[in-house]
């Protein structure tokens, strides 16, 4: 289980952004993650809660917005439909992965004291 | 109230950061790839689940490539036992011993390659640790990820893990010479698979054990390697800065 590993990086990410705008805490975290990434929604979430205990992240829900992978045709860029094979239905030519593979921190609430 | 927009909650800044969470390991693993191309050496991860012939595998690589120089990091949890086997197939080799963790990463690699001279060596094989999972995720710097897949672990493992398959630049079938014993296993099926998540499925089936296709394994990667390298020397004359 390599999701504490992601939530080990995340965290990373999420202490230099409050140190750079002077939070004190985080109240709200936001990432996405592709169904083709390797990283279970689920272990991040039960990862994250474990770990966010004791960090600027305590009080911060997680929330993982799941996206779908989506192929298209390299040559052509017709979608090509999962669970078959990834080649084009029009030309033939292996498909590419347009979505999906994203491991993505997207946006922090953080509580900054006034100046 | 707060003054600006009404919000409700002065001290409340949204931040959008979009970053990507292992952008730290990617700048690792560019730095490790950087390091292989200075050297000229071809880097190979390989991956696989445990007990799929990864480390017999190289053991015959050895005998295949005796005119090249190779070199492994071998990823394991609790013992060195696949170093100490690459090692007495002639292979110099680094231990790579990760504990609990379920996989290698950039930096773990780039620790181990303090531990080796990569000078004169035309082949590295990083050996993850045995898991069709985690290692998938991470970008060790490698040119092309290698999946081995045994005949014995079925023909659905393709659907079942398709992110490792997915990253996989070449799979190897391994152990086709119990494929006579396997009567509900069949090759065509495995390929029919892969192609459901690899749009260019590059398959190689071999035997370790009776040598059976490790040439087409050896030529594969002595053409990827003149492809990659086509001077076939390293070019050490290039200054290498290591990060801190």
């Known amino acids: ?115 | 109230m707060c003054e600006t927009c009404g919000c409700g909650d002065p001290g409340l800044v949204p931040v959008e950061v979009q970053e990507k969470i292992l952008s730290g390991n990617e700048r690792q693993a560019a730095h490790n790839r950087a390091h292989f191309a200075e050297h000229g050496v071809l880097t190979i991860n390989l991956m696989g689940s445990p007990g799929s012939g990864k480390t017999a595998v190289l053991e015959a690589t050895a005998r295949g490539l005796t005119h090249r120089h190779l070199a492994a990091l071998a990823g394991d949890l609790a013992t060195e036992r696949d170093a100490e086997r690459l090692t007495a197939a002639g292979i110099p080799c680094r231990a790579i011993t990760t504990g609990s963790a379920c996989h290698l990463d950039a930096d773990l690699v780039h620790r181990a390659l303090h531990h080796l001279d990569l000078h004169a060596v035309d082949y590295l094989f990083v050996e993850n640790v045995g898991n069709l999972v985690c290692p998938a995720v991470y970008d060790l710097g490698q040119a092309y990820n290698v999946v081995a897949l045994s005949v014995t672990e079925g023909e659905d493992k393709p659907l079942k893990y398709p992110v490792m398959f997915h990253r996989a630049d070449l799979v190897l079938v391994t152990k086709i010479d119990l494929l006579p014993y396997l009567p509900e296993v069949r090759l065509e099926v495995i390929r029919e698979n892969l192609a459901r998540v690899m749009p260019e499925p590059l398959v190689l089936p071999l035997s370790a054990r009776t040598e059976l296709g490790i040439t087409d394994w050896v030529a594969w990667l002595e053409r990827e390697r003149a492809h990659r390298h086509p001077s076939g020397v390293a070019a050490h004359g290039l200054a290498h800065q290591h990060g801190t």
């Open chain 1, 1 to 115: 289980m390599h999701e504490y590993s992601i939530v080990q990086s995340l965290m990373g990410h999420i202490e230099a952004q409050a140190r750079e705008h002077g939070a004190i805490a985080v109240r709200h975290v936001a990432v996405r993650i592709g169904e083709l990434s390797g990283v279970d929604p689920e272990l991040l979430r039960s990862a994250y809660d474990l770990m966010r205990e004791r960090s600027i992240c305590a009080a911060a829900p997680l929330s993982v917005t799941p996206v779908a992978a989506r192929w298209a045709c390299r040559q052509c860029g017709a979608s090509v439909a999962a669970g078959g094979p990834l080649r084009c239905p029009a030309c033939g030519a292996p498909a590419r992965l347009v979505s999906g593979d994203e491991i993505l921190l997207e946006r922090l609430e953080l509580e900054v004291p006034d100046v």
